[in-house]
T-cell receptor, first 116, second 116 residues
Framework: GNSVTQMEGPVTLSEEAFLTINCTYT??????LFWYVQYPGEGLQLLLK?????DKGSNKGFEATYRKETTSFHLEKGSVQVSDSAVYFC???????????????FGQGTELSVKP | GAVVSQHPSRVICKSGTSVKIECRSL??????MFWYRQFPKKSLMLMAT?????????EQGVEKDKFLINHASLTLSTLTVTSAHPEDSSFYIC????????????FGPGTRLLVL
């Protein structure tokens, strides 16, 4: 079946540290991959996405590359800030052509806490 | 960018009453919207897929008579929690899929429901 696995949190970093949150997936067909961020008490915001192999999504200093050979979509940021503290969700969406209705399948979320 | 709103943001009700939550896509049309439930420190659980002009598709284990979904227009879907009980207390989040080619889902800010 289709699934997403993220590294467990919480992840605690000092400001300006390098961030990696691992995400791997299993999927039939050709998924699109997403990272969403959820700040406390809020809904999810799309952070970045990639729709095909070797695509790199980037936004606000975050990056993730769609690696088909390793079925991974790891999230990275070179220098985190306190304001990056949030829960990060990796997700995949199967193409509508595979009759999945475009559903998003989420990983379990990784909580990031950045200390000054 | 694509904006999805939810109303109300927070609601407290007595056990046995019904609560309606609205989800609106503000600057795009959405044939398909999704309703999720999120428990504290947990990932999102897809409850149902809301289809404009047709019946919603519910995920396994979700009671369709308890969680009524109406997708009356291309910009509005409603979720009604009928005869609410304390165990229905949760954070409910909707999303709307941008049909304009990207198939990206954009999320509302969520509705916190507390049933006393």
């Amino acid at each position: 079946g289709n699934s997403v696995t993220q590294m467990e949190g919480p992840v605690t970093l000092s400001e300006e540290a390098f961030l990696t949150i691992n995400c791997t997936y299993t999927a039939t067909g050709y998924p699109s991959l997403f990272w969403y961020v959820q700040y406390p008490g809020e809904g999810l915001q799309l952070l970045l996405k990639a729709t095909k192999a070797d695509d790199k999504g980037s936004n606000k200093g975050f990056e993730a590359t769609y690696r088909k050979e390793t079925t991974s979509f790891h999230l990275e940021k070179g220098s985190v800030q306190v304001s990056d503290s949030a829960v990060y969700f990796c997700a995949l969406s199967i193409s509508l052509f595979y009759n999945q209705g475009g559903k998003l399948i989420f990983g379990q979320g990784t909580e990031l806490s950045v200390k000054p | 960018g694509a904006v999805v709103s939810q109303h109300p943001s927070r609601v407290i009700c007595k056990s046995g009453t019904s609560v309606k939550i609205e989800c609106r896509s503000l600057d795009f049309q959405a044939t398909t919207m999704f309703w999720y439930r999120q428990f504290p420190k947990k990932s999102l659980m897809l409850m149902a897929t809301s289809n404009e002009g047709s019946k919603a598709t519910y995920e396994q284990g979700v009671e369709k008579d308890k969680f009524l979904i109406n997708h009356a227009s291309l910009t509005l879907s409603t979720l009604t929690v009928t005869s609410a009980h304390p165990e229905d207390s949760s954070f409910y989040i909707c999303s709307a899929r941008d049909e304009g080619g990207s198939e990206t889902q954009y999320f509302g800010p969520g509705t916190r429901l507390l049933v006393l």
